[in-house]
């Protein structure tokens, strides 16, 4: 009961930044809060042989929510590219198979240096992109090209628990895809990863001991229902501030404490 009442005002605290951080500077999903899960579920003793676990696993199950409503708003829109997210369907989810079974064998300690590994590097491209798309060509790859892409994106998407966009959005950048349709495809993409994904570490933690209560395998059911709504409660109001404040400075703020956080993974 003494952790409850600290872990509930601190996961309060985590949707709220996730939905500003969201809203303000475009990034979310897993990049904001698998670390944020980490460090709370250590902070109330959590066993830290299951934290990483348990952190990819939750941030997963919030992310079929979010993605489910951004996927419909970009559909809506015609910001879907149907035949692409068609074409890498059956690769991302051999990929996420792939993914979600590393995670259940990886010891907690190397999935945490892993994201630790893959957070200086995502902050690293922001810094250095500043913003702006650095296309490498105008053509994305041939069919298997394409395919190893998807396969290795599920993988990645589902071995950290983060959302389509963040490796999505990069790599269909790099290739001059239209920003609009590259963000509305992450979406459906994401979706695709968190399903699969949620389920894998439903099914890899089914019994593990030292999990914390409300959890159903790798996944904390109290966490998910307090960061869902808190994160598309202040996604708007980050939104509003995106209007009003220096964007560009902020990413590339917000970069440098990406960069400081992933190293503190990936040394300690």
């Known amino acids: 009961m003494e952790n409850l009442t600290v872990l509930i005002p601190l996961l309060l605290l985590c949707g ?9 500077l475009g990034v979310g999903g897993g990049i904001v809060i698998v670390p944020m899960l ?3 579920f250590l902070h109330v003793g959590v066993t830290p042989d299951v934290v990483m676990p348990l952190a990819v696993g939750t941030s997963l199950a919030t992310i079929v929510v979010t ?4 996927s419909r708003s970009h559909q809506a ?3 879907v590219d149907g035949p692409l997210v068609k074409r890498w369907l059956p690769a991302v989810l051999a990929g996420v198979v792939m993914g979600t079974l590393l995670g259940a064998v990886l010891p907690g300690e190397i999935l945490r240096v892993v994201f630790g590994g893959f957070m200086v590097v995502i902050a690293t491209h922001m810094l250095l992109t500043a913003g702006r798309p650095v296309a490498l060509t105008d053509h994305l790859p041939g069919r298997w090209g394409q395919r190893g892409a998807a396969t290795a994106i599920g993988s990645l998407a589902s071995l950290l628990g983060i959302g389509g966009g963040t490796l999505v959005v990069p790599f269909l950048n790099f290739f001059n895809f239209p920003m609009h349709r590259a963000v509305g495809s992450a979406a459906v993409v994401g979706l695709v990863v968190a399903v699969p994904g949620t389920l894998g570490y439903v099914m890899t933690g ?3 001991s030292g999990l914390p209560l409300g ?7 109290l966490a998910f229902v307090l960061l869902v709504p808190t994160t598309m409660l202040f996604a708007p109001l980050g939104v509003r501030l995106c209007q009003r404040l220096d964007v560009g400075k902020l990413r590339r703020a917000f970069a440098v404490l990406l960069v400081a956080v ?3 993974m990936l040394l300690f």
């Open 16 to 24: 709220a930044a996730a939905g500003l951080l969201a809203g303000l």
């Open 38 to 40: 980490y460090h709370v």
């Open 67 to 70: 993605a489910s409503i951004s």
């Open 77 to 79: 829109r015609g910001n």
């Open 206 to 208: 089914w019994n593990q």
């Open 215 to 221: 959890s159903t395998g790798y996944v904390n059911w």
């Open 262 to 264: 992933g190293l503190k």
